[in-house]
């Protein structure tokens, strides 16, 4: 059963139930179900454009929602399906949430709320790059003293976050109807705009919306030698008596260890361990024309090393901007093993919202729309504000809690999310 194989047209189809399909989860033996059809992807998995993890999460499960939400060019990718198609599934579940977010989607994109508006993403990206003239202009012109250098900065941490901004949506193809224009202007933005691989944000990144804070396979929260995170971790870690920290302290020394270090030290080396594991050098290329720019821009001013410190310093400051921003959505939600799920469920209550306004659109590149973007991770951000109403109506139906929050609110639950962790595994750790 572990080898892929296809059907012939004269060949019966072969039936599975469930209890079959979900004994296939094994790296040498790894099945899952999109729209009813069951197919090997033992084998595919290695080829899979999105990585070998991001499907395999989803062996012995269905897929299907997952698929339809991080797929545009759905009739392209069936075609890969074909030769691992090993028959259908006997019995279907039926499960009417599905069923009422699968016609939620087919009205979203009948009221062309995936279709994109370009002026949008043009006027961002050209306040990026007016950012980014600006700080060389304000070193070049008024010279290297304290005032020129910090406004300098701030101009190029505008200019990086919102790039990462930018980034997220060409990652996630949501600006052109060509899934190679996204690709590339992807590559031109992380890449060239700032220096970092757009593969290794791909491998990282879709895992965490398929599988959002899931234990070992969301790896935005797979962090167990610094912090311990929900309620389930914490509680076997203390059990076992593992942890090499004061994890009744997390939420303070995350003051230290998350939002000043995230960019500047682990982001890097991860960043770089990719690249050269994986022999990336597309990537690596686009990372090396990002350093080029950047002293071309700042050296002439500041020298190499000075150059280098700017470029710390300024990933120093846009290092908090992100933390904060992109795990006020998560951190504070539930944290376990895999519920297995529909997708509406999952995602909420694994997200949650933080209130629109023109500064927090901004400043958070729309992610305040946590919950539309994980719903649907290919609609343009723009239009997250129309389908909001929609979602809410679903999810009043089937009694699916929507949170949204303010945005100090959303940040001060990372803490208490943070302490009430560290809590359960002081007393996981010294009381049982």
Not at 197 to 209: E, G, L, M, T
Not at 395 to 417: F, G, M
Request: hydrophobic letters at 40%.
């Amino acid at each position: 059963m572990g080898q892929e194989s296809h059907l012939n047209a004269d060949s019966v189809v072969q039936e599975y139930d469930w209890d079959e399909i979900r004994k296939h989860t094994t790296k040498e033996d790894k099945w899952l179900v999109i729209n009813d059809n069951v197919y090997n992807i033992t084998t595919w998995s290695k080829r899979h454009p999105g990585g070998a993890k991001i499907i395999s999460h989803f062996a012995g499960q269905d897929a299907t929602e997952a698929w339809t939400a991080m797929h545009n060019n759905k009739e392209y990718v069936s075609k890969f399906l074909k030769p691992i198609h090993i028959g259908r599934v006997k019995d279907t579940i039926q499960d009417e949430v599905k069923e009422d977010f699968s016609k939620l989607r087919q009205t979203v994109e009948d009221l062309g709320y995936f279709k994109v508006n370009p002026l949008f993403y043009i006027a961002h990206l050209a306040h990026i790059i007016m950012c980014d003239m600006l700080a060389c202009f304000t070193l070049s012109y008024f010279g290297v003293g304290w005032p020129s250098y910090l406004l300098a900065a701030v101009f190029l941490t505008t200019a990086q976050a919102q790039a990462g901004w930018s980034q997220h949506d060409y990652g996630h193809l949501s600006v052109f109807n060509s899934g190679k224009l996204n690709h590339l202007m992807h590559y031109f933005v992380i890449g060239h705009l700032k220096g970092t691989s757009s593969h290794w944000w791909n491998f990282r990144h879709f895992q965490h919306h398929v599988k959002p804070n899931v234990y070992l396979k969301d790896p935005d929260i797979t962090i167990p030698k610094l912090f311990l995170l929900g309620d389930n971790m914490p509680q076997w870690w203390g059990s076992k008596r593992k942890g090499i920290m004061p994890y009744n302290w997390q939420h303070r020394y995350f003051f230290i260890f998350g939002p000043p270090l995230l960019l500047p030290t682990y982001f890097h080396a991860e960043n770089l361990y990719f690249v050269f594991k994986r022999r990336d050098w597309v990537g690596l290329m686009w990372m090396f024309s990002f350093f080029v720019r950047f002293y071309y821009m700042f050296g002439p001013s500041l020298g190499l090393w000075g150059a280098f410190k700017l470029y710390m310093f300024v990933r120093f400051i846009e290092s908090h901007w992100f933390v904060w921003v992109t795990q006020m959505n998560h951190i504070p939600m539930d944290i376990g093993k895999d519920p297995g799920s529909n997708w509406l469920t999952h995602q909420l209550a694994a997200t949650c919202n933080v209130e629109s306004s023109m500064f927090n659109d901004w400043f958070t590149g729309h992610l305040n729309y946590q919950i539309e973007h994980h719903l649907f991770p290919t609609m343009p951000r723009h239009n997250y504000h129309k389908v909001t109403p929609l979602v809410k109506s679903l999810c009043k139906k089937h009694n699916v809690e929507y949170q949204c929050k303010t945005l100090q609110s959303a940040w001060w639950d990372i803490v208490k999310s943070l302490k009430k962790s560290g809590e359960i595994w002081y007393d996981a750790y010294y009381n049982q």
